[in-house]
């Protein structure tokens, strides 16, 4: 039987039976005049060469209602690799028959409106997928053309134009009046995979709420079926007014600034797919700075900051209460999901989920030592609003960076 159940403090969009694409889209073109809808996809040039863009760029070509396409290109790109991007996506075409709007953060003019903003004492991060999603944002917000940006990873090795329709839906549809939505689905091949989420944030959440009692924002959180995932969709207006981190906590501070600026009853998850395979990162136990480790560590102290902006105090004391009521939460945990696996004939090792919790144990008492020393941390990317409160012309001057950037790229 379908899973319709309505749990938590917001609303779950279920997939309830096979998908009706046809019905969807075709709802989606409708509705494309009242509230267009810009796609940012933020995207490193390595993903060119594996498997998973290509499939996406072939969707994308037959999706009939996008208004925008902006694609964020990030991870050190040179000129020649800014224009394999281009090429790339030279297919996919928005309702106006326009190609997508590839912004190149390294171009000359755009590093030099980051040197802006560091001027101005507005730090937009280091080179990644937070202020790449961030810049694309803007580059949305100064064309004036959406009202809905959506936004999904580039390494969806089984991706389909349904994922982008059902992400797209609830924000999109007038009738529902959702201002934000995010993606969740299952995880699971030969084995359970979704480290993070199954070991980390989830235990986490319920071992807080032993500990803290009652919090809103924890509850709002564990309403969450996949809280880190990357797919999500909202009003323009929420995308001006967010601030977000531009490390490995991006979905958490996301979440977080959402329940800030939201009503409740504006905010949903949907069901895309009905299970979902990516690249996968290495747990690196040994190396603090890379893998899932240096995940887990963003990941908490982004939610350790989150809470204390609450009034939780967090010290020594704390800490170690509730790092321990966080391992017997994984523990038990992983009792469960081994029953699980064995129920379906799944491969399970129970060594490596272990190994996995004492890893991400470390990662939230380094996270929280930080904090106790740096309340602080590194600041998040400011909101869209501040920026032009201290820069009145910077989407302007950001829309001409990225369109001259790009023809000088293009003559070479």
Known sequence: MADFHQSGVITSLHRLGEPDLIRLERDLVRYSDERPVALVLPSLHSEIHGPALKRIVEELSRVPYLEQCVVSLSGRADAGQFREMVSLFERVRTRSDEPPTIIWNQGPRVEGL???????????????????????????????????????DCDILDYGRDLLARLCYPTANPNMG??????????VSDRMHGRVTRLFMNPLLRAMKSVLGPVPLLDYLESFRYPLAGECSMTTELARANRIPADWGLEVGVLAEVYRN?????????????????????????????????????????????????GVEFDSGFLNTMIAAYVRTAQDAIARYSDDAKLNGLIFDRHEEEVAVETFAGALRAAGLDFVRDPMGAPQIPNWSRVLSAMPDFLEELATAVETDAAEAARG
């Open 114 to 152: 980051f040197e802006r903003l560091r001027d101005e004492g507005l730090e937009a991060g280091a080179d990644g997928k937070g202020r790449a999603n961030w810049i694309a944002y803007g580059y949305v917000l100064a064309t004036h053309r959406a009202r809905v940006v959506a936004t999904h």
């Open 178 to 187: 959702y201002e934000f939505a995010k993606g969740y689905y299952s995880r």
């Open 262 to 310: 939201c009503s409740l009853k504006r905010v949903c998850q949907v069901e895309l797919v009905e299970n979902y395979e990516h690249k996968h990162q290495s747990l690196s136990e040994h190396d603090a700075n890379a893998g899932l480790h240096r995940m887990v560590r963003d990941i908490a102290a982004s939610l350790i900051r989150n809470l204390a902006s609450y």
